[in-house]
C-alpha cells in the first residue's frame, strides 16, 4: 500500500489539472493554474508559514485553515465573501498556498496542529486523498442534500467516490468552441458533420492556414468526441477503454478531424489561433487572456449544442474545483466547518466569483443573476455542463494520460490502425495500473 502511494503521488504531479477561470467581458483575468512535470516541486519539503502556526482560534474567533494551491486572485474573491457572510457566527477563514498540495496533504494530513481543517483543489485527485484516509464524507459534517440542492448536478458527481460526497463543488471549467468573428464565415456550426465540412473547404495546410485546430493527440481535447460517442478512457472500476467499442468509433471519426489540423500541440494550436491562421479553437476559457491581448473579436459556443452524429452533444470533460474537509479537524471544528461549507455554496459567492474572476459557479442559482446571463463565456460552460463528464477522479486515471497520448499519436499522426493502436493503448494501460499495486 505505502509503495503504491507513493507512485500515484508521484504520477499525480506529472498531470496537468485543467481547472482555471478566464477572463470576463469587464476584462478581469486570471491565470491558467497547472499542476505539471515541468513546474512542480518533486515533493521538495515546504517550511510552515508563521501563519500557519499561530493559535487556530483567537479569542472567540475560531479559524478555519483552507489550503490551496490555486490562483490568489481567485482565492481573496472567496475569502471575502465567506468571511463577511461568517463575520456575525465568530469564524474566519484562512487560505494558505501550498505548492505540490497532495505531498503536502500527505505529509501534514493528518497533523493537526501544522495541516490544514479544509483543502481546495482539483476533483481529480479525489481518489488518491481518499486513498490515503484523510477526508471526511460531508455528510459527518452537514446535512449534504440541503448544502447541495442548488449545485449543478455535474459538478455533485465530481466531488464523489462510491458514492459518498467528499467535495462540495464552487467552479468549473469545460472545453468550448471558440471562433474569431472576423475570420468565421456564416454561422457556427450545430453538427460535427458541418464542422467537418466547413473546415474542408476553409482549411490548406500547406499554406499554414485551418478552419479549427486543437489538441487532436491529447485525450482531454479528444474527449468530447470520446465520452460523446458512449466511449471512456477509464470507467469507475479502473478498467481502462481504449478497446470499447464506442471509444474506437469515436477516435476512428475524429481521425479525418485531424488531417485537417496542426500537428495539435498546445503552443501550435494557440499560436495559430491567437495569429489568425485559425478560424477556430477547441480549448477552454484559459485562453481567453491570451486572445484578448492578440486583440481578437471572438465568440465563444458550448461543445454540448454542437452534435455528434448520434445526435447527442459532444460531452467533454470538465475539471471542478472544490473544497474537502480533513477527518482530523472535525474533533474541535466540526461546527465552524459546517458553517464555511454552508457561506462557500452560496449563490452569492458564485456571482462574486464569476464577475470578479471570471469563473464557472457550480451554484445553478448564480446564474439568475443579470451580469453573469450577460457572460457570453460562463453561460457556455454552464451549457456544457449538461452533456459534460467529470474527469475520473479514481488514481488510476493518473496513469492513463501516457497510453492515450500514444493511441492518438499513433492514429492521428502516424495514421496507423485505429483497431490495432487501441489495443495497443489498452496493454500499455492495463499494466501501468499493476504497476501502482
Same mark, same amino acid.
Given at each position: 500500500?505505502?509503495?503504491?502511494?507513493?507512485?500515484?503521488?508521484? @504520477?499525480?504531479?506529472?498531470?496537468?489539472?485543467?481547472?482555471?477561470?478566464?477572463?470576463?467581458?469587464?476584462?478581469?483575468?486570471?491565470?491558467?493554474?497547472?499542476?505539471?512535470? &515541468?513546474?512542480?516541486?518533486?515533493?521538495?519539503?515546504?517550511?510552515?508559514? @508563521?501563519?500557519?502556526?499561530?493559535?487556530? =482560534?483567537?479569542?472567540?474567533?475560531?479559524?478555519?485553515?483552507?489550503?490551496?494551491?490555486?490562483?490568489?486572485?481567485?482565492?481573496?474573491?472567496?475569502?471575502?465573501?465567506?468571511?463577511?457572510?461568517?463575520?456575525?457566527?465568530?469564524?474566519?477563514?484562512? +487560505? &494558505?498556498?501550498?505548492?505540490?498540495?497532495?505531498?503536502?496533504?500527505?505529509?501534514?494530513?493528518?497533523?493537526?496542529?501544522?495541516?490544514?481543517?479544509?483543502?481546495?483543489?482539483?476533483?481529480?485527485?479525489?481518489?488518491?486523498?481518499?486513498?490515503?484516509?484523510?477526508?471526511?464524507?460531508?455528510?459527518?459534517?452537514?446535512?449534504?442534500?440541503?448544502?447541495?440542492?442548488?449545485?449543478?448536478?455535474?459538478?455533485?458527481?465530481?466531488?464523489?467516490?462510491?458514492?459518498?460526497?467528499?467535495?462540495?463543488?464552487?467552479? +468549473?471549467?469545460?472545453?468550448?468552441?471558440?471562433?474569431?468573428?472576423?475570420?468565421?464565415?456564416?454561422?457556427?456550426?450545430?453538427?460535427?458533420?458541418?464542422?467537418?465540412?466547413?473546415?474542408?473547404?476553409?482549411?490548406?495546410?500547406?499554406?499554414?492556414?485551418?478552419?479549427?485546430?486543437?489538441?487532436?493527440?491529447?485525450?482531454?481535447?479528444?474527449?468530447? +468526441?470520446?465520452?460523446? +460517442?458512449?466511449?471512456?478512457?477509464?470507467?469507475?472500476?479502473?478498467?481502462?477503454?481504449?478497446?470499447?467499442?464506442?471509444?474506437?468509433?469515436?477516435?476512428?471519426?475524429?481521425?479525418?478531424?485531424?488531417?485537417?489540423?496542426?500537428?495539435?500541440?498546445?503552443?501550435?494550436?494557440?499560436?495559430?489561433?491567437?495569429?489568425?491562421? @485559425?478560424?477556430?479553437?477547441?480549448?477552454?476559457?484559459?485562453?481567453?487572456?491570451?486572445? !484578448?491581448? @492578440?486583440?481578437?473579436?471572438?465568440?465563444?459556443?458550448?461543445?454540448?449544442?454542437?452534435?455528434?452524429?448520434?445526435?447527442?452533444?459532444?460531452?467533454?470533460?470538465?475539471?471542478?474545483?472544490?473544497?474537502?474537509?480533513?477527518?482530523?479537524?472535525?474533533?474541535?471544528?466540526?461546527?465552524?466547518?459546517?458553517?464555511?461549507?454552508?457561506?462557500?455554496?452560496?449563490?452569492?459567492?458564485?456571482?462574486?466569483?464569476?464577475?470578479?474572476?471570471?469563473?464557472?459557479?457550480?451554484?445553478?442559482?448564480?446564474?439568475?443573476?443579470?451580469?453573469?446571463?450577460?457572460?457570453?463565456?460562463?453561460? =457556455? $460552460?454552464?451549457?456544457?455542463?449538461?452533456?459534460?463528464?467529470?474527469?475520473?477522479? $479514481?488514481? &488510476?486515471?493518473?496513469?492513463?494520460?501516457?497510453?492515450?497520448?500514444?493511441?492518438?499519436?499513433?492514429?492521428?499522426?502516424?495514421?496507423?490502425?485505429?483497431?490495432?493502436?487501441? !489495443?495497443?493503448?489498452?496493454?500499455?494501460?492495463?499494466? =501501468?495500473?499493476?504497476?501502482?499495486?
Amino acid at each position: 500500500m505505502k509503495k503504491r502511494m507513493v507512485l500515484m503521488l508521484a @504520477a499525480l504531479i506529472c498531470v496537468n489539472t485543467l481547472v482555471a477561470c478566464g477572463t470576463t467581458k469587464s476584462g478581469t483575468t486570471s491565470d491558467k493554474q497547472t499542476v505539471s512535470a &515541468e513546474k512542480a516541486t518533486g515533493g521538495k519539503s515546504q517550511k510552515m508559514s @508563521a501563519e500557519a502556526t499561530k493559535p487556530e =482560534a483567537s479569542g472567540d474567533t475560531t479559524t478555519v485553515k483552507i489550503w490551496h494551491d490555486g490562483n490568489e486572485a481567485i482565492m481573496q474573491t472567496i475569502t471575502d465573501e465567506v468571511n463577511a457572510r461568517l463575520a456575525g457566527d465568530n469564524i474566519r477563514v484562512q +487560505f &494558505e498556498k501550498k505548492t505540490d498540495m497532495p505531498s503536502q496533504l500527505k505529509l501534514y494530513g493528518t497533523d493537526v496542529a501544522n495541516g490544514p481543517d479544509m483543502y481546495f483543489y482539483a476533483h481529480d485527485v479525489l481518489g488518491s486523498f481518499v486513498a490515503m484516509d484523510l477526508l471526511a464524507p460531508l455528510s459527518d459534517v452537514t446535512d449534504v442534500d440541503k448544502l447541495l440542492a442548488d449545485e449543478l448536478p455535474m459538478t455533485v458527481k465530481a466531488g464523489q467516490l462510491k458514492d459518498v460526497q467528499y467535495l462540495l463543488p464552487v467552479y +468549473f471549467e469545460t472545453l468550448l468552441f471558440i471562433y474569431n468573428k472576423e475570420l468565421w464565415e456564416g454561422t457556427v456550426p450545430s453538427t460535427t458533420d458541418e464542422m467537418y465540412k466547413y473546415m474542408e473547404t476553409h482549411t490548406d495546410v500547406d499554406k499554414g492556414i485551418y478552419a479549427v485546430v486543437n489538441q487532436h493527440t491529447n485525450a482531454y481535447n479528444v474527449s468530447p +468526441f470520446i465520452n460523446g +460517442f458512449g466511449g471512456y478512457v477509464i470507467n469507475e472500476d479502473a478498467k481502462p477503454g481504449f478497446t470499447d467499442l464506442n471509444t474506437i468509433k469515436a477516435v476512428e471519426y475524429n481521425k479525418k478531424f485531424g488531417v485537417l489540423q496542426a500537428d495539435g500541440d498546445y503552443n501550435t494550436v494557440t499560436t495559430l489561433f491567437n495569429e489568425k491562421k @485559425a478560424a477556430a479553437i477547441i480549448g477552454g476559457p484559459w485562453l481567453t487572456s491570451g486572445i !484578448e491581448e @492578440a486583440g481578437i473579436n471572438y465568440g465563444v459556443v458550448s461543445l454540448s449544442d454542437i452534435k455528434l452524429p448520434n445526435g447527442k452533444g459532444m460531452a467533454p470533460f470538465s475539471g471542478v474545483q472544490g473544497v474537502g474537509v480533513l477527518k482530523a479537524a472535525l474533533e474541535k471544528k466540526k461546527d465552524a466547518i459546517a458553517k464555511v461549507l454552508t457561506a462557500m455554496s452560496t449563490p452569492e459567492l458564485g456571482v462574486a466569483l464569476a464577475n470578479k474572476a471570471g469563473c464557472a459557479p457550480a451554484n445553478s442559482k448564480s446564474y439568475d443573476n443579470a451580469d453573469v446571463k450577460a457572460n457570453e463565456m460562463i453561460t =457556455a $460552460i454552464q451549457r456544457t455542463a449538461s452533456t459534460a463528464q467529470p474527469m475520473p477522479n $479514481i488514481p &488510476e486515471m493518473s496513469v492513463m494520460w501516457g497510453p492515450a497520448e500514444s493511441f492518438l499519436v499513433a492514429v492521428n499522426k502516424n495514421g496507423e490502425d485505429v483497431t490495432k493502436a487501441a !489495443e495497443q493503448a489498452q496493454k500499455a494501460a492495463e499494466q =501501468a495500473i499493476k504497476d501502482m499495486q
